[in-house]
């Protein structure tokens, strides 16, 4: 039996898709094996957001050949998409997949194997298409991310992901609504709705958008929990919180994408909104889910970003009261407008506006899991841990707070249970049954 192994870096969309392609294979006969042991084939699902990712994705290819030097090293996904030609002579890879033959990725393998026959990497700014892609094998987990949108026509200007992933495409109903049904029937409790620009979903359908497809599965059998991936403030109205409303599923955690709390850097960035809107966005869910918790992204360094501007968003994150903040030092990606800003950020200011932001974020992440002592809530169970000799069942709250419940309760197949929160403990709370 041929043994096939896979390495994923970036998003979620691409996790999902290494997922589908790791079925794929299974249904042919082949062996999944771990990426550190010796393969037949392997699989490097590559990221391309930032030079950085180019790089690591270059350190994959490379690894898995000196794994195994006969091996077929395969290079799949968004930096094959924006620079295949640099790929082309790297000695170590072998065959270049596009991101449009995910779905049919063993084929494309076998193909080259038996005849050395090579794909044509598909030039997405033309393409229309959404290419379906399942999950059909068993994992043991009750949560799952569903890609159900890609491609983006937004163009950051710190952003090469919409010359990787093409235009805005999205995934008809019938198919999401049929792949959810199968994966609640294995065990799934909670989906994650997921996609390189999640808000567009449904732009090029006559009247139909993103709330419609979750009034849809929000009436499915054995689904138990709807999660959002990350969503523009701009798809934040009154009228989507309204009809959100109605839908018992659907989880309060809403990601919003944010990157910077100043104006004038959003405008630069080319972020279609200002701080007001996005303060509108919150204020619309806080109203209607007062326990809600709102995270985001925050880009700091971005050129141009002075100390003024950085403590515009030092205050905005303050007056959102944000329960998490991913922070991230901007970095330049070849291809994009602000690469070629004449104003960048010396790297010793971005680690320092980092370290600031991260212990502001500290500090309201407590303040967040402190409003919840002495509560009672309901936690999806979705693993067991060890910590300092000691077992734990870790779950999350419909909010994404992350719960431990000491495992000597007596706690047996993973699922929704009801506890009480007695402390916070390491990255979340401490509860019992």
């Known amino acids: 039996m041929a043994k096939v192994a896979f390495n994923t ?23 999944t094996v771990a990426f550190t042991e010796k393969a037949d084939v392997y699989i490097i699902n590559t990221c391309t957001v930032t030079n950085m990712a180019d790089k690591k994705s270059r350190q994959m290819l490379s690894k898995a050949k000196k794994k195994n030097p006969e091996a077929l090293v395969v290079a799949v996904g968004c930096y094959v998409q924006a620079s295949q030609s640099s790929l082309d002579e790297v000695e170590h890879v072998d065959l270049l997949v596009g991101n449009t033959d995910k779905g049919h990725i063993v084929e494309v393998v076998e193909k080259y194997l038996d005849d050395k026959i ?76 997921t996609g390189i620009h999640l808000a567009s979903y449904g732009v090029q359908f006559e009247q139909y958008r993103l709330i419609d497809l979750l009034e849809e599965l929000d009436q499915l059998d054995g689904l138990k929990r709807i999660r959002l991936g990350s969503l523009e403030p701009t798809l934040i109205t009154e009228e989507f919180v309204q009809r959100l409303s109605q839908l018992s599923k659907v989880c309060d955690h809403f990601h919003l994408s944010m990157q910077s709390g100043d104006d004038e850097i959003l405008a630069a960035m080319n972020r279609n909104y200002t701080t007001e809107h996005y303060w509108h966005a919150v204020e619309l869910l806080r109203d209607t889910y007062p326990d809600c918790g709102i995270t985001t992204d925050l880009i700091v360094g971005f050129p141009g970003e002075s100390d003024q501007h950085f403590k515009h968003t030092l205050g905005f994150i303050k007056k959102v009261a944000f329960s998490d903040v991913h922070v991230f030092k901007y970095s330049k990606r070849d291809g994009t407008k602000a690469a070629a800003m004449t104003n960048q950020v010396d790297g ?10 991260l212990a502001l974020v500290e500090d309201l992440r407590a303040d967040f899991l402190d409003r919840y002592k002495s509560s009672v809530c309901k936690v999806l169970v979705e693993e067991d841990v060890v910590i300092d000799g000691s077992s734990y069942y870790v779950g999350h709250t419909t909010n994404f707070l992350k719960v431990y419940l000491e495992a000597k309760t007596g706690l047996g197949p993973k699922g929704i249970v009801q506890c009480s929160v007695e402390k916070r403990f390491r990255d979340g709370l401490l509860a019992r049954l």
């Open 118 to 193: 090579l794909p044509e990497v598909t030039d997405l700014t033309r393409y229309g298409t959404y290419d379906d892609m399942w999950l059909s094998h068993e994992s043991g987990h009750v949560r799952v991310h569903i890609k159900v949108q890609d491609g983006c026509d937004q163009f950051c200007s710190y952003c090469i992901i919409p010359f990787a992933r093409g235009r805005i495409r999205s995934r008809e109903s019938a198919s999401v609504i049929e792949e959810v049904t199968s994966l609640t029937a294995k065990g799934y409790e909670e989906i994650v709705l």
């Open 348 to 357: 010793r200011i971005k680690s320092h506006r980092s370290k600031e932001a």
């Open 9 to 31: 870096l970036g998003c979620k969309v691409n996790q999902y898709e290494t997922e589908s392609m790791m079925a794929q294979f299974e249904g042919k006969g082949y062996e």
